[in-house]
């Protein structure tokens, strides 16, 4: 009796955190996380749904030193911006965003809610054909398709790769359900992701356009294939899953580059492209992966870290451990990196389906 009042007490006073961390995660109270296309009509809806709640929940950036924070989604690319040249290429990446997308998807549920989890993109199915996949065709069930034609839009050139064909977009989404979603912030001169540098001026400057994607194909059938997420599986350590994943140095590319740049336009944008919907659904099959892969032989794996704490590991850059310290800035307090290493522990409870 006492504890029913206790617990009704929380309840009404919207303490929700509290109530699930008393209940035993398992497989069977564990958020799902699933492939868009397994997820039925009214599924997909009740996601786009709450992507769209979230943008009209207020931000909790105050919007005078940060303009282009408009809303609750912007709070999440703002912090996502300041962070950008401390999470990737590097040993942050996985971590990092694995706690991001927690984040986001609680918010989801909180402050919107979402029943479900974040599903994902797997990449493998769609490789080839993005325009024809149900998370990217355009439909009313979709997460919108593609951009329109930019014709004098660039082929994509870095010395290392060479010169891949330019992508089928570039303008604005033309359909589906984020046709008129507004990004606010960026774009960001694609060079400054290339070292540690202090942020520009403008980086959270208000610059409302429409969003724009650029499908390419190109990238995904050559980094986000079924051979590639079967490499990835596979891979006997960290630094061959990161190799795969994310290599540094810089012009180098791996899934997690592929997914970006094959949807390209503002999912190319390493800095503000948790504008663009589909990023945490990219995300979420980062993290699939890396969640399989620990979960395989999770003595060796559960910890396994490889890279510093500034992007490109540049010599001298501090090593990432267990103890490492990442922040959240207005999100979340920080955390040590040890807390964000297991989908079923500390503050997670979700499995891939
Ligand atoms: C890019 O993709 C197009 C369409 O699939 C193809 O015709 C072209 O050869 C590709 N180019 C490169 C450089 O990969
Ligand atoms: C990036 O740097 C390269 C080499 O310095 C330069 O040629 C290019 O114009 C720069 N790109 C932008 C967008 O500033
Ligand atoms: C990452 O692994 C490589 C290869 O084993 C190693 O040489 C390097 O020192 C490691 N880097 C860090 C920062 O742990
Ligand atoms: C950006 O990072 C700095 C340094 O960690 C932190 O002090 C600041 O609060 C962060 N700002 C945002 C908007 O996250
Ligand atoms: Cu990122």
Request: glycine fraction near 8%; charged fraction near 20%.
């Amino acid at each position: 009796m006492l504890f029913c009042l206790w617990a009704l007490g929380l309840l009404a006073t919207g303490v929700t955190a509290a109530l699930t961390s008393d209940t035993p995660c398992n497989a069977r109270t564990a958020t799902r996380r699933r492939e868009w296309g397994s997820l039925s009509a009214v599924e997909r809806t009740a996601y786009v749904n709450a992507v769209w709640c979230l943008r009209r929940q207020p931000a909790t950036l105050p919007q005078a030193d940060f303009p282009g924070v408009r809303d609750r989604m912007d709070d999440f690319v703002a912090t996502h911006i300041n962070y950008t040249t401390r999470i990737h290429n590097n040993g942050l990446l996985l971590p990092w965003h694995r706690h991001f997308l927690f984040l986001f998807e609680t918010d989801l549920q909180q402050k919107c809610g979402y029943t479900g989890g974040v599903p994902y993109w797997d990449w493998s199915l769609y490789a080839d054909d993005l325009s024809a996949s149900p998370l990217l065709d355009g439909s009313s069930t979709s997460l919108s398709g593609n951009g329109d034609l930019v014709p004098q839009e660039a082929v994509f050139c870095t010395p290392n790769l060479g010169c891949l064909g330019r992508g089928t977009g570039g303008g604005c989404v033309q359909s589906g359900p984020f046709k008129d979603f507004e990004v606010h912030m960026g774009p960001f001169n694609p060079n400054l992701s290339l070292a540690y540098t202090p942020l520009p001026n403008d980086a959270f400057a208000y610059k409302p356009r429409c969003l724009s994607r650029n499908f390419n194909t190109n990238f995904t059938s050559r980094w986000n294939t079924k051979h590639t997420v079967k490499s990835l599986l596979a891979a006997k350590n960290i630094v061959e899953f990161l190799r795969i994943m994310e290599p540094t140095p810089p012009d180098s590319m791996g899934a997690h580059g592929g997914g970006h740049q094959g949807i390209g336009g503002d999912m190319g944008d390493l800095f503000s492209s948790p504008q663009d919907p589909i990023f945490m659904l990219h995300h979420s099959m980062v993290d699939r992966v890396w969640t399989l892969w620990q979960n395989e032989d999770p003595v060796h794996r559960q910890d396994a870290l490889n890279g510093t704490t500034i992007i490109n590991n540049p010599p001298g850059s501090p090593t990432v451990t267990v103890d490492t310290v990442v922040e959240f800035g207005v999100l979340d307090r920080p955390r040590r990196v040890k807390q964000l290493m297991q989908s079923m522990d500390d503050d997670y409870c979700y499995v891939y389906a």
